[in-house]
């Protein structure tokens, strides 16, 4: 099969047993209220609390499985012709031209962190075309929407500062400011064929920056490391070694590269605390991370020094 038993899982339920599953008001999709302590209801927080490394303190108040034969059958046919694509003609659709970039070095850096995200969901380990389990944070009726009729829900693609497209993250609590504000906050988990990965290395400041352009020629997707604070290092001016990652963005510009598995509500009891805690968090790691990078620039500085004595 073309998806993995771990993710086939997530469709066949419905197939299996549709009790429990009711069509939504649309009409274009089955949706499943999951009991807390179901099967069901583990194997997504094994997803939410697992995979995407959501804090245990977001609390989850409704978790729904969604089934949208539509979306599913495109996510289907275009993992087919993008896999075949990608085996049979690897110098057209799975070329990695940024090797021959100036930045090779730091986006060799963000092409491992990709690849490692892909290693960590293990239903990846056999596939040539990797799935990676996403969020993406939102209102509740927004997610339902998007369910309903996919990303086409939100009207436009997101200019964005790394690429004209759609916007994931695998960190679950890095997608915190986009939802923690809202009224009825959700979070929507995607299964994502990111395809051939383009690494990011261009910051939404830089001369070079892909803020809202379309993705790279020859790229289905764009990945991006970034600091705990959020932003892309400055590689000219941050040595490799001290360059470390804490989350990442996923942007994908087609509709079929996305299929919608859960809807979440989340709970907005002390989430504005949760949050609060997480972007102090997020400082402190900041500051480790700015700390490091003076140790270790101060450790190269010595041994300069050193070498020089050494000389005289």
């Not at 009711?22 to 179901?38: H, I, M």
């Not at 993008?82 to 092409?111: H, N």
């Not at 988990?189 to 990965?197: K, L, R």
């Amino acid at each position: 099969s073309i998806l993995p038993p771990p993710v086939r899982w997530q469709y066949e339920q419905y197939i299996a047993n549709s009790m429990g599953w009711t069509k939504d008001p649309s009409q274009r999709f089955y949706k499943k209220l999951l009991s807390p302590g179901s099967e069901e209801h583990q194997r997504m927080c094994s997803f939410f609390y697992g995979h995407l490394e959501a804090s245990k303190k977001l609390e989850i108040s409704e978790a729904y499985a969604i089934f949208n034969p539509t979306l599913v059958t495109s996510f289907v046919n275009h993992r087919h012709i993008i896999t075949s694509r990608m085996v049979d003609a690897p110098q057209i659709f799975a070329k990695q031209d940024w090797r021959l970039d100036e930045m090779s070095t730091a986006k060799e850096l963000v092409y491992d962190k990709y690849t490692q995200r892909c290693k960590d969901m293990g239903w990846n380990d056999n596939l040539a075309v990797p799935i990676l389990a996403t969020c993406h944070g939102t209102e509740f009726n927004v997610a339902m929407a998007i369910a309903s009729t996919g990303f086409a829900a939100l009207s436009s693609l997101d200019a964005g500062w790394y690429g004209s497209g759609v916007y994931f993250t695998t960190y679950a609590m890095y997608a915190c400011p986009y939802f923690a504000l809202r009224k009825d906050p959700a979070v929507l988990i995607s299964f994502v064929t990111v395809g051939n990965a383009y690494p990011v290395t261009e910051g939404q400041t830089s001369k070079n920056s892909l803020s809202g352009k379309v993705l790279k020629a020859g790229y289905t997707g764009h990945y991006v490391g970034l600091y705990s604070s959020g932003g892309v290092p400055d590689y000219k001016t941050t040595k490799i070694e001290d360059v470390g990652f804490l989350y990442d963005e996923v942007v994908v510009a087609q509709e079929p590269q996305i299929s919608p598995v859960y809807v979440l509500r989340i709970s907005t009891q002390n989430i504005d605390k949760i949050v609060k805690d997480w972007k102090t968090e997020r400082r402190e790691e900041t500051s480790d991370d700015t700390n490091e990078s003076n140790k270790n620039a101060r450790k190269r500085k010595r041994s300069k020094s050193t070498k020089g004595k050494d000389k005289r």
